[in-house]
């Protein structure tokens, strides 16, 4: 594996951390930093999902990434930027004569898809060349941008949480639980490699998303084939291009168009409930009912309140439809007929619908949920504090730093989990994304997702939308 040839590691850091080697005092050996998540008091979120190192290493920081060329175009860059010349190009010349342009550091990290509670070492960053102490936090940069992945992960599987929570009361098992939220925020992030990052880091947890890029980056980064599935599925340009008096043609062709396979139908293009009530559930009635759970209907709302536009729609169903009741006691809807509700969705939106459902007799296997915003951009590194620290400076001694955890509550059998995943240019593991999710699996005894119905949540991770 080898860094992308043409980006420029030299030119990938904060400015003013050009200057620092100039700043360390005589006969430093050593920087040893290390990047944690740390608590903070009164968060809804408690423990984290490690991911998204890997990717980083791969895409940036493997093989060969100091080039004679590279040093030149850095020392220009510099020389232009700081109007004085502060760039160590001697510094990077060793490193390139020496090393063969191969960074030697050595990180060590927690198994990605592992959950560790905030306030634990996350990863360490040292120089294994004492000539090289300043690399350390030279790349704290690149390092910190880290939080991202693992704030989307995070934020994905506290999603997971809630979602078994109430399939597990309203059905009695967590069939389905893992296409249960599907990710509809490719177009809501800042860019190409973000959609990549969230996306991936979305499908530790799910395997339901139309966010291609993460995908690809499953694909291409950690071994997996396809990560994700979706449906063919309609959106408000498809149907309005038809014409009011035609919306009801306009649900027929998709019904032609797709009749092997699930399809999702927008359906508040005009208006929600005479869609439902008029169109599915009387036009099209028939047409819906040839339709098997593996051909499925999926009807979209798209606005209006969430829990009550949902519920709303679903009385109408089963005025048209009816329902049945499950092993559990409460009330389904015939196989052939399913919701998406992708509007409105975060994480508490989608426990007060599901609350809601549950308290008017309605199963959770009714309804999955797609998400935009809130689950891939409506986060930053505050989010779960993310920080990368200095911890150790080495002159005449040596230092070890390890992150332990407890084997059980009870015990006192401890485990180091820190894994050297990079050394000296060379990628150490390589995690395919089946040992991730196997990792960042929902556990038997896992506790109860936190409440995230308090206000400080609302500032963080609110609405998102297709």
Known sequence: TMAAADFNFLLATDSYKITHYKQYPPGVSKIYSYFECRRKKGSPFNEVVFFGLQYLLKKYLTGPVVTEEKIQEAKLFYQMHFRQAVFDEEGWRKILEKHDGRLPIRIKAVPEGRIVPRGNVLFTVENTDPSFYWLTNYIETMLVQMWYPITVATVSREFKKILAKHLKA?????????????????RGV??????????A???VNFCST??????????RYYGCPMAGFSIPAAEHSTIISWGRSREKDAFERLLDQFSSGPVAVVSDSYNIFNACKHIWGDKLKERVMERSEDSCLVIRPDSGDPAETLLEVMRILEECFDCSLNSVG?????SYL???QGDGIDLRSVNQILEKLSDEGWSAENVVFGCG???LQKLNRDTLSCAFKCSYVETNGKGVRKLWMRAN??????????????????????YTLEEIRKNARLQDDEPNPVSHNQERVNQRIINGVH
């Not at 069939?175 to 990710?183: A, I, N, T, Y």
């Open 201 to 203: 880091a979305h499908l």
């Open 409 to 430: 509550n009870s015990g006192f059998a401890l485990q180091d989990l820190l894994v050297t995943v990079f050394e000296n240019g060379c990628l150490m593991q390589d």
């Open 190 to 199: 800042s860019s190409q490699e973000s959609a990549a990052l969230g996306g």
């Open 210 to 219: 139309d966010t291609v890029a993460g995908v690809l980056m499953a694909q």
């Open 170 to 186: 309203t059905t009695g098992s967590l069939e389905g639980l893992d296409f249960r939220l599907h990710d509809f925020g490719y």
């Open 373 to 375: 915003s809130a689950l």
């Open 338 to 340: 399913r919701i998406i």
């Open 330 to 334: 409460f009330k389904v809807l015939p």
